[in-house]
């Protein structure tokens, strides 16, 4: 172009006598182009044949001077001695070298596969995987691998569970079609399920009621006006927009009971939920959902996801999960907004949903007995502040300063923060390896926890008021479970990564069963019935029996089987038999199976020692809240009786059992 330097005149190889050497180095060699084209090159600057072809001349870079290698010292030395000899110390502590078979296969025949750590190169030991028939399940959750270890006959209850009732059905719910069953444009001539404008109204007021208040997703000041004008014009929506109406009206009918769906849209509640969920997931598929994931569309299939535990706690739902964090992370939502100089009301939008997607795969992650963390060093979001929809607006500046007092964003950010606090105690504990981590990390950790709760967000809750009330219990369920669980795998923590790590003796182990974490255990069950029993939570009482605190009463079962007499015994029948009348109506999952067969031989062992007698493994003449604890058919009807009733424990086998790992998985 007229007036622009030819880009032949620009000096790349020529310039001050400070790049003399560089200079010298460069002509030694052909330019880029030269040696791309294969073609001999004059070496001046620009060469010949750049200059003829009139393009930018440029030769390679001079060679670097080879660093020489890092002289190794007598520290360097010792620092090696000793990784090796704590790595030696871990092995010959959690199983024996076998010499046969070091690398044993555990896709084998058999039926259950304990993996074995030294022979696997460190992995757990609470490593495990049931072989069934056509398919497998995996778990490393510490307490189930020690039930393994002593019941052959719980590994085939949990293969028969997963055959038999996954495929047939499960009780007390809803039937809802399979995920992503309806993932697949609309056939033409089909169209996707709208209510009309006056049931698209209570519905979206019902969400506002009761979804919102703890799915803190969306922000209501501007989703409502585009709710609002998408009732009005459905002809005018998107694909994005339709997707997140039908996962509003999906969890809005989650939290109705079937009386007030018919009443409402004169159709079963499982009608009503399979139509809003076959427009979701074809809403999705509009979208183009895989490949260009939006903003809009992660905000609908994590309500979806979030709400659809009521009615399917099976592995699709946790793999599905993993689809959503993946699809996140393509559009950047595991970096904190600020990375990118966007403005604080999308950074505070985006911290919201990020972690709402984190609190979705901890928790189906414990569903399934599994201790595997979405996070990874990448990861920079930070929490969302503690303040309300009101507080923030899109045209904002600044974010507004945070205020001591009981906000819309309290309740997720109690669950947001313990998630948080255990993913740091982990990461400081994994990754010490030249100093192990000293006790006073985990009473730090725990104490500061609990602290913040009791100082930012428990004060403020008004419990006259049901969701500051539900706010209140779950800040004292999480901070007790929070400590009930780092406290058990400590021991096992400090033992792996000392340098001279020894098996606990007898003493060690008691100390991990001793009377006060049976109280931390009662009190966690105990303030998780009054979620189910206070009439003021009733309009929340549809999603708290979404979270059972089946990891807690394992603990306390169990407890119970090695311990069947003592001061807090009697208590811990009265919650655990409470626990298991109330959620035998929405019992699902194979875990639910197992706490039977647990209930059941901790009734036994207790009678074995003088204790009351029991009816089909339940106390007889117990109460909570002032009824008596019958016992019911339900699991043996639909396990069926083709399974032995019998777990042959005794007490002496169980004082042998290293409890320093029962509660390594205890997610949130």
């Known amino acids: 172009m007229a007036g622009t330097p030819s880009p032949t005149t620009i000096p790349l190889a020529s310039s001050s006598s400070s790049y003399g050497i560089a200079k010298q180095k460069r002509l030694e060699r052909s330019c880029i182009l030269c040696h791309q084209r294969k073609i001999r090159c004059d070496k001046k600057s620009p060469c010949g044949n750049c200059g003829r072809a009139d393009i930018l001349c440029y030769y390679p870079k001079p060679e670097q001077n080879v660093r020489r290698p890092h002289k190794t010292t007598i520290a360097d030395v010792s620092a090696r001695l000793a990784r090796l000899e704590r790595t030696i110390s871990a092995l010959s502590n959690d199983s024996p070298i076998q010499q046969d078979n070091p690398l044993p296969d555990l896709i084998a025949s058999d039926e259950f596969v304990q993996a074995d750590g030294a022979a696997s190169g460190g992995s757990p030991s609470w490593e495990n995987l049931i072989q069934g028939d056509s398919s497998s399940q995996y778990f490393n959750e510490a307490m189930l691998s020690h039930i393994m270890e002593e019941e052959q006959e719980i590994q085939s209850l949990i293969g028969i569970y997963s055959g038999k009732i996954d495929r047939a059905g499960k009780a007390h719910t809803e039937e809802i079609e399979p995920l992503l069953s309806s993932f697949h444009k609309p056939h033409t001539g089909e169209l996707l399920y709208e209510p009309s404008r006056r049931c698209a109204i209570q519905l979206w007021q019902t969400f506002v009621n009761n979804v919102d208040p703890l799915f803190k997703i969306l922000h209501i ?7 609002y004008s998408a009732i009005n014009n459905p002809s005018q929506v998107g694909a994005d927009t339709n997707a997140l109406l039908s996962s509003i009206y999906f969890a809005g009918i989650s939290s109705l009971s079937n009386e ?54 099976g592995r699709a739902l946790w793999a599905l999960n993993g689809l959503v964090i993946r699809s996140a992370q393509s559009i950047g939502l595991h970096r904190d907004g600020k990375n990118f100089d966007l403005s604080p009301f999308r950074c505070e939008m985006r911290r919201r949903l990020w972690w709402h997607i984190m609190a979705n795969d901890a928790r189906v992650a414990e569903d399934h007995g599994l ?69 006073a990390i985990h009473n730090v950790t725990c104490n500061s926890l609990k602290e913040h709760f009791e100082k930012n967000y428990l004060p403020y809750c008004d419990q006259n008021i049901p969701v500051q009330r539900a706010t209140f219990l779950i800040g004292q369920i999480l901070s007790r479970k929070f400590e009930l669980k780092t406290r058990q795998q400590w021991p096992k923590i400090s033992a792996s990564t000392s340098t001279a790590a020894t098996p606990f003796s007898s003493s060690q182990r008691a100390s991990q069963t001793t009377e006060e974490i049976l109280v931390s255990a009662c009190e966690i069950l105990e303030i998780s019935l009054k ?84 009816v089909n493994g339940v106390m007889t003449g117990h109460s909570y809240g002032g009824e008596i604890i019958g016992s019911d058919s339900t699991y043996n009807d639909i396990i069926g009786t083709e399974f032995p009733l019998c777990m042959n424990w005794t007490p002496h086998q169980f004082a042998e059992a290293d409890w320093s790992t029962l509660m390594e998985n205890f997610d949130m």
Not at 535 to 548: R, V
Not at 601 to 610: L, P, Y
């Open 260 to 313: 007030y769906v018919m009443n409402i849209l004169g159709k079963e509640k499982t009608m009503a939920l399979n139509d809003f969920k076959r427009g979701l997931e074809q809403s999705l598929a509009m979208s183009n959902f895989l490949d260009t994931p939006t903003f809009a569309s992660l905000q609908a299939i994590t309500i979806y996801i979030g709400c659809l535990r009521s009615h399917n706690k």
């Open 371 to 439: 201790m595997i963390s979405s996070f990874d060093a990448t990861i920079d979001v930070a929490l969302p502040l503690n303040v309300d929809d009101s507080q923030l607006d899109p045209s904002m500046k600044e974010l507004p300063v945070v205020e001591q007092r009981w906000t819309e964003m309290t309740f997720p950010l109690i669950i947001f923060e313990a998630i948080n606090a255990l993913h740091g105690l982990h990461q400081r504990t994994t990754h010490s390896i030249n100093y192990p981590p000293s006790e």
């Open 221 to 227: 000041p501007t989703t409502q006006g585009m709710v």
């Open 531 to 614: 979620y189910s029993t206070e009439d003021m939570l009733e309009g929340f009482q549809w999603i708290f029996h979404m979270y059972p605190q089946y990891d807690v009463m394992m603990y306390v079962l169990w407890h119970l089987c090695i311990m069947p007499e003592g001061p807090l015994v009697e208590k811990a029948w009265q919650l655990v038999n409470a626990c298991f009348e109330i959620e035998a109506m929405h019992q699902v999952g194979w875990k639910w199976a197992v706490l039977r067969r647990l209930r059941e031989k901790a009734a036994n062992i207790r009678a074995s020692v003088g204790g009351p007698e029991t």
